[in-house]
C-alpha cells in the first residue's frame, strides 16, 4: 500500500498539465451559463469580491462623515454626487442610506452568499466525491438569480428618491410607509424586489446542497467520516431553508402594507398632522419575523467559516481535529439553538420579563456549543506542527475574534445589561467582531486554501502576510475602542453627534476608528490584486500542494466537469489522519509522509479513527 501511495504522492509534484478536456466547451457554456459547480462557485465568489468592494467603499464614507461632520470631501461629490453631498459635504438621507445598504450587502450579498454559495458550491461535490451538485441546472439558475437580486440591489442606488434608508433591518413604519422619508419610495421596493430574489436563490441552492450531501457521498463516505466543512454547510443549508421563507413572508406583508392598503405592521399612524387609515398591525410583528430569520442569519454566515477553519487549521497543524464527534455536536447544537433565540434583539421593544428571562437562558445556552468549537480548535493547535502559511493565519485569526466578539455577547444576552448598551455601538462592536470579521476572516481563510485548486495557481504568500497584518490590525483597531464609546452611551446611525455636547469627548476616538478603517479598506486592494494576479500569473500549483487528506486533492490540477477523469475514489476512513504512526511508533503509516488521503485502504491491523 506505502508503494501506492507513494507513487501517487510523486505524481502529485508532476501533475500540472492535466486539464482532461476532450472537446473545447463554447465560451459561453463553460464560463457563463456554466453547470459545472466549479465554475459556478467561481462566479459566486467574484460576484461577492466585487460587491463586498462596494460595501467597504460605502463604510469608508460614511465613517468618514462620523469622524469628520460638516467637513466637505471631494471624495464625497465624487461617488455621491451634488444631490448627496453638495459642495462636498454628505447630507443626512446619504448618511441613512449608506449605512442601510452597506449592511444589506455585507450580511446578505457578501457573508452569505460570497461565503456560503462559493464554498457550498465548490467543496460539497469535491469532498464528498460526486461529480456534481444533485442538479446542476438548478445550481446555474440559482447563481443567476443571485446575480439579478445584485443588480436590483445596486439599481436602487440610482433612483430618485433615492436608496432605501431604514437600516438593513427595515423596521416599519420606515419601510413601510412610501411617504415616511425619501429613502421609503422607490428605493425601499426595489430593496424588497432584490431581496425576494435573494432569498428564492437561497432557497434553491439550499435544497440542492442538502440533497447532494445526502444522495450522492461515494462508497465508503460516511456521515461520520466527512469533514467538518461538510458538516458545516450541510447544516447551514437546513438552516436556511428553515428561516429563510419567514423573511420572504415579512418582505411580502411589507408590500402589501406599502401598496395595497393592508395593515400588518402599521396602526395609528400620523404623517403631518393626518391620520393614516391603518388599525390593528405591529411593527413588533415585524420584529418577530426578521430575527426568526436574523438570528439564524448569524449562523448561516459563521457556520461555514467555522467548518472552513477547523479544515484549514488539521491540515497546517500537521495533526488529527481535536474531538471530531463533540464538534459535529457543536454545529447541530448550535443550529438547534439559533432558532430560538432570536428575542434578544427585542428587549427593548417592551416585551414580557418573563419571556426575556426565556430568552436570556436560551441565548447564554448557545455559548456551550460554541465554546466546545473554541476549545477544540486551541487543542487542535496545541503542540501541533504549525504550518504558518496565509490560510492557516487567517484561521488562527478568526479564533480569535470570534472568542474576542463572542465574550461581549453574554453582555448583549442579558435582558437586564443589553437595555443600557441597545442601539450603542456597544452592538455594532459585537457583531462586527463576532460575525462580520470572524466570517471574513474563514472566508479568507477557505480562499487562501483553496485558490490552488480553483485556479492550479498559488497565491502569493509575500502579499497574503501583508493583507492578513495590517488587516487584523485595523479590525481590532476599529471595533476594540467601540466597545468603549458604546459603554459610553453613543448612538449609532446618528449622522452626526455635533449637537450632544455629551459626547465631544469621544469624537477623537472616532477619528482613530476612522484612520484603522480607511487602513484596513486600503489594504483589501492587495488582496483583490493578489487574487486577480494570482489568477493568470501566479506560480502554478501541484495536485496537493498543502498535503491535506479530502478528496479534493485528489483530483487533476484543474478538474474536468465531472471532477474526476476515470472512477470516482472510494473512501476508507476520516478526513483527519495527519501524523498517524505505525503500532510500534516507528515511522508514520506511510513511510515518510506524515498524511494518509482518505482514498487509501486501511492497513492490516490499522485502527480508523475518527473522535
Not at 378 to 396: A, R, V
Not at 546 to 551: D, I
Not at 560 to 580: C, F, L, Q, T
Given at each position: ?77 465624487w461617488f455621491l454626487g451634488e ?263 427585542m428587549f427593548v421593544s417592551g ?81 462586527h467582531l463576532v460575525m462580520g ?175
Amino acid at each position: 500500500m506505502s508503494v501506492t501511495a507513494n507513487a501517487t504522492l510523486a505524481q502529485d509534484h508532476h501533475d500540472n498539465g492535466d486539464h482532461g478536456h476532450h472537446h473545447k466547451e463554447p465560451f459561453i457554456t463553460k464560463y457563463i451559463f456554466s453547470q459545472d459547480h466549479k465554475m459556478i462557485a467561481k462566479q459566486y465568489l467574484i460576484t461577492g469580491l466585487l460587491m463586498g468592494s462596494l460595501g467597504i467603499l460605502m463604510s469608508v464614507l460614511f465613517r468618514m462623515q462620523i469622524a469628520w461632520p460638516e467637513e466637505s470631501f471631494m471624495i464625497f461629490e465624487w461617488f455621491l454626487g451634488e444631490k448627496y453631498a453638495p459642495g462636498g459635504v454628505m447630507t443626512a438621507e446619504a448618511y441613512l442610506a449608506l449605512v442601510t445598504i452597506h449592511g444589506t450587502i455585507m450580511v446578505f450579498f457578501v457573508l452569505t452568499a460570497g461565503l456560503s454559495g462559493t464554498f457550498s458550491n465548490f467543496l460539497i461535490p469535491l469532498q464528498i466525491g460526486a461529480r456534481d451538485m444533485a442538479s446542476g441546472f438548478l445550481n446555474m439558475v440559482s447563481y443567476w438569480i443571485f446575480f439579478i437580486s445584485c443588480i436590483i440591489m445596486i439599481s436602487s442606488l440610482f433612483v430618485e428618491s433615492g436608496p432605501a434608508s431604514a437600516g438593513w433591518t427595515i423596521y416599519p413604519p420606515l419601510s413601510a410607509l412610501p411617504e415616511a422619508i425619501p429613502g421609503s419610495g422607490m428605493g425601499m421596493t426595489l430593496w424588497l424586489i432584490s431581496m425576494a430574489f435573494f432569498i428564492a436563490q437561497s432557497l434553491l441552492g439550499s435544497l440542492n446542497y442538502i440533497v447532494t450531501v445526502i444522495n450522492l457521498r461515494t462508497k465508503g463516505m460516511s456521515m461520520t467520516r466527512l469533514p467538518l466543512t461538510i458538516w458545516a454547510l450541510f447544516v447551514t443549508a437546513i438552516i436556511g431553508v428553515v428561516s429563510f421563507p419567514v423573511l420572504l413572508s415579512a418582505a411580502l406583508m411589507l408590500i402589501m402594507d406599502r401598496s395595497f392598503g393592508t395593515s400588518f405592521f402599521l396602526s395609528d399612524i400620523y404623517i403631518k398632522g393626518e391620520v393614516l387609515a391603518h388599525q390593528g398591525g405591529s411593527p413588533v410583528l415585524f420584529e418577530h419575523l426578521f430575527w426568526f430569520l436574523g438570528h439564524p442569519e448569524v449562523y448561516i454566515v459563521i457556520l461555514p467559516a467555522m467548518g472552513l477553519v477547523s479544515e484549514v487549521m488539521a491540515s497546517n497543524a500537521r495533526k488529527p481535529i481535536f474531538g471530531y464527534r463533540a464538534m459535529v455536536a457543536s454545529i447541530l447544537g448550535i443550529a438547534f439553538l439559533s432558532t430560538i433565540v432570536w428575542g434578544h434583539h427585542m428587549f427593548v421593544s417592551g416585551m414580557n420579563p418573563f419571556l426575556g428571562s426565556v430568552f436570556t437562558f436560551t441565548t447564554l445556552l448557545i455559548a456551550i456549543p460554541s465554546a466546545v468549537k473554541a476549545f477544540n480548535w486551541i487543542t487542535t493547535l496545541w503542540k501541533g506542527n504549525l504550518q504558518m502559511n496565509t490560510g492557516m493565519l487567517w484561521s488562527i485569526g478568526f479564533v480569535s475574534t470570534f472568542i474576542t466578539g463572542g465574550l461581549t455577547g453574554i453582555i448583549l444576552g442579558d435582558s437586564t445589561l443589553d437595555i443600557n448598551v441597545h442601539d450603542t455601538y456597544f452592538v455594532i462592536a459585537h457583531f462586527h467582531l463576532v460575525m462580520g470579521i470572524s466570517a471574513l476572516y474563514g472566508f479568507f481563510a477557505g480562499v487562501y486554501h483553496w485558490f490552488p485548486k480553483m485556479y492550479g495557481r498559488m497565491m502569493n504568500k509575500n502579499l497574503g502576510y501583508i493583507h492578513f497584518w495590517v488587516t487584523v490590525v485595523g479590525a481590532y483597531g476599529v471595533f476594540f475602542p467601540m466597545h468603549f464609546i458604546g459603554l459610553a452611551g453613543l448612538p449609532r446611525r446618528y449622522y452626526t453627534n455635533t449637537a450632544f455636547p455629551y459626547f465631544d469627548d469621544l469624537a477623537d476616538t472616532n477619528v482613530l476608528i476612522t484612520v484603522f478603517a480607511i487602513m484596513t479598506a486600503l489594504v483589501q486592494l492587495v488582496f483583490m490584486y493578489n487574487f486577480f494576479h494570482s489568477m493568470f500569473y501566479g506560480k502554478k500549483s501541484t495536485r496537493n500542494p498543502w498535503r491535506s487528506n479530502t478528496l479534493e486533492w485528489t483530483t487533476p490540477v484543474h478538474p474536468v466537469h465531472g471532477n474526476w477523469p476515470g472512477e470516482i475514489p472510494a473512501v476508507y476512513r476520516w478526513s483527519y489522519d495527519y501524523s498517524k504512526m505505525n503500532e510500534d511508533g516507528t515511522d508514520y503509516v506511510i513511510p515518510g509522509q506524515d498524511f494518509i488521503p482518505q482514498n487509501v485502504p486501511l492497513q492490516k491491523n490499522e485502527e480508523e479513527l475518527n473522535h
